[in-house]
């Protein structure tokens, strides 16, 4: 992804070995470019500006039937490029779809990453959809009965600043950080402890 590099990277990656070395919890930071396609929000749009475009042109103009509808077909197909465009589409959609399809994506990694198999049921996601602006921390049974809901949305606050200003992987080792420290706190490490997850960014 064009807005990390490898030092983005390496740096993210020791910020979650450093966190889990003081904690027997486990850590998985996760990066989306966008949490779906939306390929039917340009089209629907397209659409319904294709089939109202040429009403004044019937009304008051003096085209032929299969004139308007070439017209519509261009309309149509040039919208669809046109809203296409990542930063327009996302306008175009509402926050409360952008918001459903993300957090949708991040239950989906919590699973894939292995989060809900860790021994003390002590996994945290840290999960990022970029196009949305979306940020969510995603904590299994046995840290979520221990750590207050107001801890996690003060780091979601902080890192969603970040994300907006573009700094995704200040917000990431930031967030690891203060997970790190949370985690430390209710799950400290113990001896004996195994590290069950990698330590690295997971890119989507």
Same mark, same amino acid.
């Given at each position: 992804? *064009?807005?990390?590099? @490898?030092?983005?990277?390496?740096?993210? &990656?020791?910020a979650i070995a *450093?966190? %889990?070395?003081r904690t027997?919890?486990?850590?998985?930071?996760v990066v989306a470019r966008a949490s779906d396609h939306y390929l039917y929000i340009p089209l629907l749009w397209a659409a319904l500006i294709a089939l109202t475009f040429p009403g004044p042109?019937?009304?008051?103009?003096?085209?032929?039937v299969d004139e308007v509808y070439a017209i519509q077909v261009i309309v149509f197909l040039a919208l669809a490029l046109v809203f296409n465009l990542v930063p327009l589409k996302? +306008?175009?959609?509402?926050?409360?779809? +952008?918001q459903a399809r993300a957090h949708r994506?991040?239950?989906?990694?919590?699973? %894939?990453?292995?989060?809900?198999?860790? *021994?003390?049921?002590? &996994?945290?996601?840290?999960?990022?959809?970029?196009? %949305?602006?979306?940020?969510?921390?995603?904590? @299994? +049974?046995?840290? @979520?009965?221990?750590?207050? *809901? @107001?801890?996690?949305?003060?780091?979601?606050?902080?890192?969603? &600043?970040?994300?907006?200003? &573009?700094?995704?992987?200040?917000?990431?080792v930031q967030a690891v950080n203060t997970c790190g420290e949370l985690l430390a706190e209710h799950?400290?490490?113990?001896?004996?402890d195994r590290n069950e997850l990698p330590d690295r960014l997971v890119e989507l």
């Amino acid at each position: 992804m *064009a807005f990390l590099n @490898d030092r983005d990277r390496q740096q993210i &990656g020791q910020a979650i070995a *450093a966190a %889990e070395a003081r904690t027997s919890g486990e850590l998985v930071a996760v990066v989306a470019r966008a949490s779906d396609h939306y390929l039917y929000i340009p089209l629907l749009w397209a659409a319904l500006i294709a089939l109202t475009f040429p009403g004044p042109l019937l009304l008051f103009g003096n085209l032929h039937v299969d004139e308007v509808y070439a017209i519509q077909v261009i309309v149509f197909l040039a919208l669809a490029l046109v809203f296409n465009l990542v930063p327009l589409k996302m +306008r175009l959609i509402p926050r409360a779809v +952008r918001q459903a399809r993300a957090h949708r994506l991040a239950l989906a990694q919590f699973v %894939e990453q292995n989060l809900h198999a860790t *021994a003390e049921r002590s &996994g945290v996601l840290i999960f990022v959809s970029v196009a %949305e602006h979306h940020v969510e921390i995603l904590a @299994d +049974r046995g840290i @979520d009965a221990r750590v207050p *809901a @107001d801890a996690w949305e003060r780091v979601i606050a902080e890192f969603t &600043g970040r994300l907006r200003a &573009g700094q995704v992987a200040e917000g990431f080792v930031q967030a690891v950080n203060t997970c790190g420290e949370l985690l430390a706190e209710h799950f400290p490490a113990a001896p004996g402890d195994r590290n069950e997850l990698p330590d690295r960014l997971v890119e989507l």
